[in-house]
């Protein structure tokens, strides 16, 4: 079955820890999201990209960091620099080839410093 | 900045009668808009789409409406379901925006039995 998938569901981190979330996809599209979810809150965008080796700030990018090496794959590492990591972040992608394409989501991870 | 924003944060129905969830969008250029439900604990799933040269569009169970003259978003949902308990999102996207679809904080619906 295509689609994206986020591990882990659950991810604890200690204080001064960085940590890595993954975001994986076999749907083959180009466009890769990060955002992060407040209790209550909407979506806001952390990190995207468009295509392989690139990837562009959105409005929330300060302590996190991405690469993108391989289409299928968009980890997301949370640093000691964000100060409240706390939250449930969301990956999704989007086939990019069409103007007007909904975005697919993963399942989420649910971090939580300790 | 331009924002996508929800006039209602909850909504209780009644099992079986139609709901309505509004949106309210402020960027007068944005030319595709989309609806996502989300489940507790889920990434968001979508719902139904509907580009800026219509102003309605229909799917299973569900209808979305769009005023650009007020920039307003509907989605209306017939005969609710219990399974339709969850939080719903409108999103909209600028054109030539290389970004991605901002998003209103959501409104809460209880199907009440």
Redesign the interface.
Same mark, same amino acid.
């Given at each position: 079955d295509g689609g994206i998938t986020?591990s882990p569901k659950y991810l604890f981190r200690k204080e001064g820890q960085n940590v890595t979330l993954s975001c994986e996809q076999n749907l083959n599209h180009d @466009?890769m999201?990060w955002?992060r979810q407040d209790p209550?809150?909407?979506?806001?965008?952390i990190y995207?990209s !468009?295509i392989v080796n690139d990837f562009?700030k959105?409005d929330i990018a300060e302590g996190y960091s991405v690469s993108r090496e391989k289409k299928e794959s968009f980890p997301l590492t949370v640093t000691s620099a964000q100060k409240n990591p706390t939250a449930f972040y969301?990956c @999704?992608s989007?086939y990019a080839g069409g103007?007007?394409t909904? @975005?697919?989501?993963? !399942?989420?991870t649910?971090l939580t410093v300790v | 900045g331009e924002s996508v924003g929800l006039h209602l944060p909850t909504l209780s129905v009644q099992e079986g009668d139609n709901s309505i969830i509004n949106c309210a969008y402020s960027n007068s250029a944005s030319d595709y808009f989309i609806w996502y439900k989300q489940e507790s604990g889920k990434g968001p799933q979508f719902i139904i789409d509907i580009r800026s040269n219509m102003d309605k569009r229909q799917g299973q169970r569900v209808t979305v409406l769009l005023n650009k003259t007020v920039k307003h978003l509907s989605l209306q949902i017939a005969a609710t379901q219990p399974g339709d308990s969850a939080v719903y999102f409108c999103a909209d996207r600028s054109p030539g925006s290389a970004r991605q679809l901002t998003f209103g904080s959501g409104t809460q619906l209880t199907v009440l039995p």
């Open positions: 986020q @466009a999201y955002y209550g809150q909407g979506l806001r965008l995207y !468009q562009q959105g969301l @999704a989007r103007l007007d909904e @975005a697919f989501f993963g !399942q989420g649910r | -």
